[in-house]
């Protein structure tokens, strides 16, 4: 999700005709980014001027509505609780086998590849 400055700069910047690379630098975002706020800016049927004249609040939700924000109200992994079961002596439970017991509990919980989890 991008904030107020950043959706308005961004549609400001490429209104003014300014390279795509311009506004990623700028702002710190990527292409992707860019072309995410301004299909959303013209699918919006606002104008510019109309968006700017809007509270911040309102024109971040209607760039970044709630139902589209990811985020879960789902528990995180227990990392140390994991840690501890695989480092106890004679443990045969690895970072797999923990990461599946996890998901059978949480179903809709948190994603990663263990290759993101190694290093924990």
């Not at 292409?31 to 509270?55: C, K, Q, W, Y």
């Not at 879960?72 to 045969?92: E, L």
Request: hydrophobic residues 30%; aromatic residues 10%; proline residues 7%.
């Amino acid at each position: 999700m991008q904030d107020y400055n950043t959706i308005i700069g961004t549609i400001q910047m490429h209104l003014n005709k300014c390279p795509t690379r311009s506004v990623m630098d700028r702002y710190k975002i990527g292409s992707g980014t860019v072309a995410l706020i301004m299909n959303r800016f013209e699918a919006s049927g606002h104008s510019f001027d109309e968006l700017r004249m809007m509270p911040p609040k309102d024109v971040e939700d209607l760039f970044y509505p709630q139902t589209n924000r990811q985020r879960k109200d789902v528990p995180m992994p227990d990392f140390q609780a994991y840690f501890d079961r695989i480092h106890s002596p004679g443990s045969k439970s690895n970072l797999s086998f923990c990461w599946l017991e996890y998901k059978e509990q949480n179903p809709k919980g948190k994603q990663a590849t263990l290759n993101s989890l190694q290093y924990i």
